[in-house]
């Protein structure tokens, strides 16, 4: 199928455009998110900032997602809307059939629990629990969660169960954090910069465990940095400049983490 190209139109026919290109690469599929003039601002008068400007996207099932942008782009915000942590401030904004612009706190809560799994740069365990009761605390209030051990498993530290936070590396951390953010089997997963206090090596290892989890299980995955090299692991490759969406790229196919050049 011909995709129509983007390039040198207005605003209103990029939108379009994009629309078009996205409907063609998953013809017959529903969006996991329907998103249409999503805005996001933050205060009033000469303290208003507008993190979000008007953003038109879809995000379908099993996509791995690398949305790139410099600070103050709107990625983050982008990303808490979705992940049900804020709300915007206009826009459509759908995840299947639930309308997350118009849904209450206790509705949000219940999406965040079930449907979305977070990532962020860091880790956020807690010291006085093994790797495995880390990531028993979702498993044991999720619905359908897989085992801790097995989380922990799809991520390469089955044999660093017992161990606390403190007897594990950097990367090792950022795994368990990973294990406990899939083992309630989220239909999404949303990860802020996940490398970001990581080196070279080690955050590849990590990239590897997301890839695997979004390959194996199927889960829509958005990873949102500042590093351009991630872009070729993804599916599509989304950048964010002034709150808006300034392109959306489809990659031929998808590199492997450890081909990755920093």
């Known amino acids: 199928m011909r995709i129509p190209k983007i390039l040198g139109r207005s605003g209103n026919d990029r939108r379009l455009a994009r629309g078009a290109e996205e409907s063609a690469l998953h013809a017959g599929g529903d969006p996991v998110f329907r998103i249409r003039g999503l805005t996001k601002t933050y205060g009033s008068g000469l303290t208003e900032v507008r993190a979000l400007a008007g953003v038109d996207l879809d995000l379908y099932e099993g996509e791995l997602i690398v949305l790139l942008g410099p600070s103050g782009s709107g990625k983050t915000t982008f990303l808490n809307n979705i992940g049900g942590l804020d709300v915007p401030t206009s826009g459509e904004l759908r995840y299947r059939q639930l309308d997350l612009a118009a849904a209450g706190e206790d509705r949000l809560t219940q999406y965040r629990r079930i449907s979305v799994g977070f990532v962020f740069q860091f880790y956020n365990l807690i010291p006085s629990l093994t790797a495995r009761e880390n990531v028993a605390l979702i498993t044991e209030i999720a619905r359908d969660a897989m085992p801790a051990e097995a989380a922990l498993e799809m991520v390469n530290l089955g044999a660093r169960l017992d161990h606390f936070p403190a007897q594990l590396s950097g990367g090792e951390q950022q795994r368990v ?3 406990r953010a899939i083992a309630k089997r989220p239909e999404v997963l949303l990860c802020d910069e996940p490398t970001g206090a990581l080196d070279v090596q080690t ?9 695997r989890v979004n390959r194996e ?14 872009a070729d692991m993804a599916d599509r490759v989304i950048r964010f400049s002034d709150g808006r969406v300034q392109s959306s790229h489809q990659n031929a196919q998808r590199a492997l983490p450890s081909s990755l050049k920093w």
Do not use: F
């Not at 955050?203 to 890839?211: D, F, P, S, T």
């Not at 299980?217 to 991630?230: C, K, R």
């Open 217 to 230: 299980l199927g889960t829509l995955t958005v990873i949102i940095t500042h590093n351009a090299v991630m």
């Open 203 to 211: 955050g590849i290892v990590v990239l590897e465990a997301i890839e």
């Open 177 to 179: 954090a990973i294990a």
